[in-house]
Nanobody
Framework: QVQLVESGGGLVQAGGSLRLSCTATGTISTHVPMGWYRQAPGNQRELVASKSRSSTNYAEFVKGRFTISRDDAKNTVYLHMNTLIPEDTGVYYC??????WGQGTQVTVLL
């Protein structure tokens, strides 16, 4: 059974950067998307970015600021977040396929 372990969240000033990591245990497929979602207080969970062997997708609000990368040899997906703004604050969740979620990691961006 695939499990996802996230790391890399924290507190950062606006304009700063963070890198999130998510490592999957168990056997995964490179054709199945791994990605990041986020949820701010009072909001629904929303897609940030996802990546499979054949496609990469970004939410409009992160294009040009965030980059998703994937190291299939390590079963790990990364989210490189630059030029962070307070609106990026929330819990960031890793996802594999459609049913596997990580426990979430908090990202807080201060003015």
């Amino acid at each position: 059974q695939v499990q996802l372990v996230e790391s890399g969240g924290g507190l950062v000033q606006a304009g700063g950067s963070l890198r999130l990591s998510c490592t999957a245990t168990g056997t995964i497929s490179t054709h199945v998307p791994m990605g990041w979602y986020r949820q701010a207080p009072g909001n629904q969970r929303e897609l940030v970015a996802s990546k499979s062997r054949s496609s990469t997708n970004y939410a409009e609000f992160v294009k040009g600021r965030f980059t998703i990368s994937r190291d299939d040899a390590k079963n790990t997906v990364y989210l490189h977040m630059n030029t962070l703004i307070p609106e990026d604050t929330g819990v960031y969740y890793c996802r594999y396929g459609v049913i596997r979620w990580g426990q979430g990691t908090q990202v807080t961006v201060l003015l």
